[in-house]
């Protein structure tokens, strides 16, 4: 399983698909998909929606599914609003209001 970080706006993006990268080569898979846990994000915007949109993309070059787990709400409707939310693989998340950053 892959954390994202606390903060993942476009600053942070570039970074952390290299880690997303880097942590699929070594293996960080479970049950044939690509899982990343949001649990920590408190701050981002729309570069964690294209962020997670390059993860599936790696993960299905690799011949796997991509798999997002306690996504914060906001997250989900974010990416509700671009229609890719149904591509994500986002499953229910119990997390606390996080701020979206303009």
Do not use: W
Not at 43 to 58: E, G, K, S
């Amino acid at each position: 399983m892959y954390a994202l970080p606390e903060t993942l706006t476009l600053a942070e993006a570039r970074a952390t698909v290299q880690s997303i990268e880097d942590a699929l080569g070594q293996g960080c898979v479970e049950k044939g998909a690509l899982v990343i846990d949001a649990a920590a994000l408190r701050n981002f915007d729309t570069a964690a929606i294209a962020v997670l949109l390059d993860a599936r993309r790696l993960a299905q070059a690799a011949g796997h599914a991509l798999q997002v787990r306690c996504a914060p709400p906001e997250m989900v409707e974010l990416s509700g609003l671009y229609g890719v939310d149904g591509l994500l693989g986002f499953e229910p998340a119990a997390a606390p209001a996080h701020s979206i950053q303009a």
